[in-house]
């Protein structure tokens, strides 16, 4: 999936950790996601983005490490992630899925699924391929690049409705930064 304006930047971002990332990292992950590009160039994005304040350069002879500057812009990818991961640590893979399903009324891409940092399996059940293909038009429309060998997901467990409304909570909690306003209650009774 590629976006020109956007996508290079945020699958970058969504490979960071915050001990940080090498330059020789990157570009693997980089070439292993479809984006085959000389490291010099990759270097120089990197350098550009570092002067923009978005990433944070760091040497540790003999490499270069890329990290996050703090309080940057996540997209909605990455926001659905962390909140799931605080949310249902074991679970998050599905929850993500879910999430981002129930939000964009359709099926969920694998690379979106990387954006959001799920790597490792796909979470959920294949969407018909008719809904794929419906889906791989739209996103079309909207300026990203879908391959047609890319494969799209539905959530398996159609029970975590809860979880989902308590997500959308906590993001909205988080990116208005309110928390200090929400009260936090204790039990001082016992049910029975």
Do not use: W
């Amino acid at each position: 999936m590629f976006h020109p304006d956007r996508d290079l930047k945020q699958i970058i971002i969504s490979m960071l950790t915050e001990d940080g990332r090498s330059i020789s990292y990157l570009s693997r992950e980089l070439k292993r996601q479809g984006f085959d590009m000389h490291r010099l160039t990759l270097t120089g994005y990197l350098r550009a983005l570092s002067d923009l304040n978005v990433l944070r350069e760091k040497e540790v002879p003999p490499a270069k490490i890329y990290t996050i500057v703090k309080g940057r812009e996540k997209d909605i990818y990455l926001k659905v992630a962390e909140q799931a991961k605080i949310l249902v640590h074991d679970e998050y893979p599905e929850l993500t899925l879910y999430c981002l399903h129930k939000m964009f009324k359709r099926p969920i891409f694998k690379e979106e699924l990387e954006r959001a940092g799920v790597f490792e399996f796909s979470p959920g059940i294949p969407a018909r391929e008719e809904e794929i293909t419906d889906t791989r038009k739209f996103m079309q429309k909207t300026g990203f690049k879908i391959p047609n060998s890319s494969k799209a997901y539905i959530p398996a467990n159609e029970e975590m409705e809860s979880a989902f409304q308590n997500l959308l909570v906590q993001m909205l909690i988080a990116d208005s930064k309110c928390s200090y306003l929400v009260k936090e209650t204790k039990q001082v009774k016992l049910d029975l």
